[in-house]
């Protein structure tokens, strides 16, 4: 019998990653410490930020170590226990990431009801993915009722809970920028988005200028660039930008010029505020009730894009800074 496999950190991108950054290798058998769980993953996550920890750069996550498993958010059934209160056949979310097995403390792990979603979910909507969208809208940006919402990454795994949960909260009008024209249908036929535009289909500042003529309150950056310029020169009085990610600067291997419009902060009294799903774990409890109910009348639905196999991880990790999933992209093993 082969030993379960795992995908390591072979070299540092410099760039956009390539297969030869990173090695299948089948790991080394391991028993059981006191406290410990045996865990058969099922499906894992692939996420934008770990382009980040694959650079030995100072970042707000410590760097992937070469020759280890790549870390990240995976469910999985328990198939042996040596922990108090978690049973061989219990579901568990982890953070040990791309491997097709994992041994890891029972003090680190989550239990989840997969009778009430499915493993999946606890990755996107009901997990980290769902958190941030809820945190950055509520928290950081300050929703209002009535406020016009502006959401880049849009039909991506956070993009999409932020339209919806900015309609479900009161939001007048929700405009969303994604890579194609299928995306920006399925933003405005299944998910309620009020307006949307494929971002390649000219200059964005133009493009929004055309989808909310009467600019906007909120946005919620996911892309960094050109959008962020857009949403700055589209900012209405006390307008704010939660700044949640940058997926069109990970790649580049120069440091690539920031908006050159900031004055406009001053006229419009506008912020921009970065912030860290990590730094908003209390909100979590509040999230899950609200998403729960969301799910269950209809107001909240989420997509998901599936790989087969640990030995396609790392072309669902390329595929998701390509921009080849709608909602959240994942693995399945
Ligand atoms: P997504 O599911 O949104 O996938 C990434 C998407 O980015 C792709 O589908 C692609 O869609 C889009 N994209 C890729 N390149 C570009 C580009 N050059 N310009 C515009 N869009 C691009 O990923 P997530 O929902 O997991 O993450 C969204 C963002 O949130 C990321 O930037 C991520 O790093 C960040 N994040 C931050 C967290 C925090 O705590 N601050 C926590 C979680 C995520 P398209 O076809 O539309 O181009």
Redesign the pocket.
Known sequence: MTNPREVQLKSRPVGWPTHDDFALVESAPTDLADGQVRVRNEVMSV???MRGRMSDAKSYAEPYALGEAMHGGAVGVVTESRADGIAVGDHVLHGLGWREEAVVDGSAVRVVDTSVAPASAYLGVLG??GL?AYAGLTRVAGLKEGDVVFV??A?????SVVGQVAKALGASRVIGS???QE?VDHLLNDLGFDAAFN?KDGRVSDLLREAAPDGIDVYFD??G?D?LEAAVGSLRLGGRIAI?????VYNNTEAAPGPRNLARLIQTRGTITG????DHWDLAGEYAQRAAGWIADGTLTSRETFSDGIDHAVDAFLG????E?V???LVRL
């Open positions: 996420d934008p930020y980290m993915t941030t880049s990454g039909a991506g795994a956070v993009g994604a890579g194609s995306k971002y996911n892309v660039g959008h949640c990610g940058a997926i069109s912030f860290l799903v990590g998701v800074l390509r921009g999933n909602g959240k992209m």
